[in-house]
């Protein structure tokens, strides 16, 4: 393993200064090294991982809590459950370049373990761990304001979230309600057709929407209710 | 609310010292009280409780980490899982004398909730997040050093896993195995019985166990053959 550049790396990406490398030749060893290695008796990420996801949890949990002030913990919890996810951390973990440094066993790597969302995702956590014990919480801090915070921040995962859950929610708050969605209208060819969906409350429209399958007009449908729904509140609000 | 004996509490019992009493009036009121109180803009705890579940989740994944420096992954998950669950944290939290401020509606106070466990769990975790906002980190470790680590030093919630499944999994670790539980036996009355069982790998008796049910004598079987294979491991190392 080559922790001068892992070292290297993290100063240079992340102005943070490696004290005990012990913690990232932990991070940065996977379990299938460590079994074609018994002989080593080589200690994998797995343990890292499990401290670095609690890390991650608590510290987008405080985000959260701090800068949205206003949100119920329903959506909190949603939120944090695509900040967090297996995807977009294995995105973050390719973008802080921590992929390259991992030992792989010799089967994982033929079989391209190395670009595996899982196996990324468990590393980034592993990380996040390492630089929890060896620098401290404010350390993940300064990382997470790098790599995680600007994009909750841009509302990159807040388009992500299920536009027909999101709408059901926030009508529900006034009691139980029933939505309908309709499919009022088709165009285009077989082969690239647009799909035109209504929401319906209680019989009245409250949102229309289009996509290539009727689940995303379904979901655009919502997005539009929403998006009323939101700007009638911020009226009521002045 | 009786913040001062709030305070009062905190201080004599854990040697904590409240500076904003904003956060505690948030984790002490109920959703119900809320409810029924529409008119004061009151904050109910849900948000606060969501911070402290995590707040939570992460001083004891970091306490199993450092202490347990030999415990697999997959053990911490399970022995975090029974720390954290709904019954033990009701538990701490009527150990801690914090249910009798909560504020309640008076629906919900007339139907039993204030002894109610989820309701008393999410309380105790309302308090966490409390405590992490107003006197931070360190402050909770304090917390938990009262609470609960003696708790998993004596070994209080391991006696709680289940030893079937942790037999599964130790036995696993060299391939996929077969386990078979066999009724061996039943002895005393029909209102005092015991059961005997046998456990089963590949045809070979591995551990019996006795109970006043077949799940409990399944249960003292899979203990056995897990002290057996424990011992076994033991030896191997010396």
Redesign the interface.
Same mark, same amino acid.
């Given at each position: 393993m080559d922790i001068q550049a892992i070292k290297q790396l993290l100063a240079d990406k992340f102005d943070l200064h490696m004290q005990n490398q012990n913690h990232y030749v932990e991070a940065f060893t996977h379990s299938s090294y460590k079994n074609e290695n018994r002989r080593k008796h080589l200690v994998d990420n797995? %343990?890292?991982?499990?401290?670095g996801?609690?890390?991650l949890?608590?510290q987008v949990? %405080?985000y959260l809590?701090l800068h949205y002030t206003d949100?119920?913990?329903g959506d909190?919890?949603r939120l944090r459950a695509l900040i967090v996810r297996e995807e977009s951390l294995a995105k973050r973990c390719k973008e802080c370049g921590f992929d390259q440094f991992l030992r792989l066993g010799h089967g994982e790597e033929s079989s391209g373990g190395r670009t595996r969302e899982s196996l990324l995702c468990d590393l980034f956590e592993s990380v996040l761990g390492a630089i929890y014990l060896d620098l401290g919480?404010d350390a993940v801090e300064h990382f997470l304001e790098i790599t995680i915070y600007p994009k909750i921040k841009s509302g990159y995962f807040n388009r992500q979230v299920d536009a027909k859950t999101a709408l059901q929610e926030e009508l529900q708050k006034n009691g139980n309600i029933q939505l309908d969605y309709q499919l009022i209208g088709e165009e285009g060819p077989a082969h690239d057709k647009r799909f035109k969906v209504a929401v319906e409350l209680d019989g009245d429209i409250i949102g229309e929407g289009k996509g290539r399958s009727k689940k995303a007009a379904e979901q655009a449908a919502a997005q539009s209710a929403l998006d009323a729904q939101r700007a009638n509140q911020a009226d009521d609000k002045h």
């Amino acid at each position: 393993m080559d922790i001068q550049a892992i070292k290297q790396l993290l100063a240079d990406k992340f102005d943070l200064h490696m004290q005990n490398q012990n913690h990232y030749v932990e991070a940065f060893t996977h379990s299938s090294y460590k079994n074609e290695n018994r002989r080593k008796h080589l200690v994998d990420n797995e %343990r890292i991982e499990f401290l670095g996801d609690a890390v991650l949890d608590l510290q987008v949990s %405080r985000y959260l809590y701090l800068h949205y002030t206003d949100m119920p913990e329903g959506d909190m919890s949603r939120l944090r459950a695509l900040i967090v996810r297996e995807e977009s951390l294995a995105k973050r973990c390719k973008e802080c370049g921590f992929d390259q440094f991992l030992r792989l066993g010799h089967g994982e790597e033929s079989s391209g373990g190395r670009t595996r969302e899982s196996l990324l995702c468990d590393l980034f956590e592993s990380v996040l761990g390492a630089i929890y014990l060896d620098l401290g919480i404010d350390a993940v801090e300064h990382f997470l304001e790098i790599t995680i915070y600007p994009k909750i921040k841009s509302g990159y995962f807040n388009r992500q979230v299920d536009a027909k859950t999101a709408l059901q929610e926030e009508l529900q708050k006034n009691g139980n309600i029933q939505l309908d969605y309709q499919l009022i209208g088709e165009e285009g060819p077989a082969h690239d057709k647009r799909f035109k969906v209504a929401v319906e409350l209680d019989g009245d429209i409250i949102g229309e929407g289009k996509g290539r399958s009727k689940k995303a007009a379904e979901q655009a449908a919502a997005q539009s209710a929403l998006d009323a729904q939101r700007a009638n509140q911020a009226d009521d609000k002045h």
